[in-house]
C-alpha cells in the first residue's frame, strides 16, 4: 500500500503561480503522476515523474509551465506551477503507477494509489 497526501493547492491569480507536493508513504519505483479534473470534466493526466531517474514528462497544455521534481529523501514529488492559466482550475491529484510497461501517456486507470487531492482556482 501506498499513502499519498497533496499539499499546496490554494487560488492564484491568473499568470501567478502555485506549487503542490505529494508526500508518499514509499516509493514503489514506478512512475508518479499527477492529474486534475474540473467540474464536469473527465480526469486528465498533467505531468509524471519517474523516480527512479527523475525522468519527466508532460502533457503538452503545460510544457514550459509546470515543472516536477521530487525528493527521493522523504518520498516526495513537487509539482511548480508558473504562467498559470483560468483553465487551470481544477482539483489536482497525486497518483502512484502501478502498471508496470513503458509510459507512453497518463492513463488514470494505471494508477492504483492515489490521494485525496487538493484544489486550485485561477481567477482573472
Known amino acids: 500500500q501506498v499513502q499519498l497526501v497533496e499539499s499546496g493547492g490554494g487560488s492564484v491569480q491568473a499568470g501567478g503561480s502555485l506549487r503542490l507536493s505529494c508526500a508518499a508513504s514509499r516509493y514503489t519505483g514506478n512512475w508518479m503522476g499527477w492529474f486534475r479534473q474540473a467540474p464536469g470534466k473527465e480526469r486528465e493526466g498533467v505531468a509524471g515523474i519517474y523516480t527512479g531517474t527523475g525522468t519527466t514528462y508532460y502533457v503538452d497544455s503545460v510544457k514550459g509551465r509546470f515543472i516536477l521534481s521530487q525528493n527521493k529523501a522523504n518520498y516526495t514529488v513537487y509539482l511548480q506551477m508558473n504562467s498559470m492559466k483560468i483553465e487551470d482550475t481544477a482539483m489536482y491529484y497525486c497518483?502512484?503507477?502501478?502498471?508496470?510497461?513503458?509510459?507512453?501517456?497518463?492513463?488514470?486507470?494505471?494508477?492504483?494509489?492515489w490521494g485525496q487531492g487538493t484544489q486550485v482556482t485561477v481567477f482573472s
Open positions: 497518483a502512484a503507477r502501478t502498471l508496470w510497461s513503458p509510459l507512453r501517456e497518463l492513463r488514470a486507470a494505471d494508477f492504483g494509489y
